[in-house]
């Protein structure tokens, strides 16, 4: 495959300097290498939130591209390294459940546990090896450099559940499990699984506010209302056309959205 391509996932914030000196590294090593950033954005230590771009978003690039993602709150410690090949990606992670998701979608072909030094800046920080490690190997690598060079072969990584929807009777109970820059509300109802049951006479409830009707687009609520739709990822989202929702109503991940259908019309999704 062709590592031409490098695509990076960060929790580093708007104006840091650390995904600059990352891509100075990469270039340093790998000049031919193309950087794109997807986000630097995730809320800091946020695994689950970084998990989930990786998960909606590593299938729009090319084959052979390289997806990086740091976002690491055990950085220093003894978690592990790891760089993963499928059939049409690699994937270079702490191993703290941020490839979980993906690789569900992405069967892998081998994992590194990546730990030859020889590929590593000196001294390599405890506190930033997103330069010291990440970069170098992500440089190396799109420059051509076997897998197998980065250390020892492993069966396994840390894995973390994706978050369920829960089935209660006639209820199902999600959560907001993303927050985009617009303040839209993305919730865990999968359209590929509760597209049907949206269909029938349903009622939305999250916190005091209650939607009983599914719009198509933004469009059709007037400025300032809100309306609940499938996004782009494929999940139910909750949206206030041209306003940040999740500032109007005080709302952040995690909190609760329930989903009702009469009896006598409920039908598993």
């Not at 090593?29 to 997807?38: F, G, M, N, T, V």
């Amino acid at each position: 495959m062709v590592r031409k391509y490098i695509v990076l996932i960060t929790d580093f914030g708007e104006g840091s300097p650390f995904p600059g000196i990352m891509k100075g590294v990469i270039k340093s090593i790998s000049p031919e290498a193309e950087i794109i950033d997807l986000s630097h954005q995730v809320r800091p230590y946020q695994v689950e939130e970084a998990s989930f771009l990786l998960m909606c978003n590593y299938k729009y690039f090319p084959q052979g591209t390289i997806l990086v993602t740091v976002v690491d709150p055990e950085v220093g410690g003894k978690r592990k390294i790891v760089l993963v090949k499928t059939k049409n990606y690699f994937f270079l992670a702490p191993d703290n459940g941020i490839l979980s998701w993906v690789l569900k979608k992405e069967k892998p072909e081998k994992i590194i546990e990546v730990k030859n030094e020889k590929y590593f800046l000196k001294p390599v920080s405890n506190t930033f090896q997103g330069r010291d490690i990440f970069a170098p190997v992500v440089g190396w690598l799109a420059k051509g450099e076997k897998i197998k060079n980065f250390g020892p072969k492993i069966d396994k990584i840390k894995k973390i559940p994706f978050p369920e929807v829960v089935h209660q009777n006639n209820r199902w109970i999600g959560k907001i499990i993303y927050i985009d820059h617009f303040g839209n509300l993305v919730s865990n109802f999968a359209q590929e699984e509760f597209s049907k049951l949206l269909e029938q006479n349903f009622s939305l409830r999250i916190k005091n506010k209650i939607f009983s009707r599914l719009s198509s687009s933004y469009s059709e609520v007037k400025k300032g209302e809100p309306c609940l739709l499938w996004d782009s990822f494929g999940f139910l989202e909750i949206a206030l056309r041209e306003d940040n929702l999740a500032q109007q109503w005080r709302i952040k991940p995690g909190e609760k959205v329930i989903l009702e259908i009469k009896r006598e019309s409920a039908k598993g999704p």
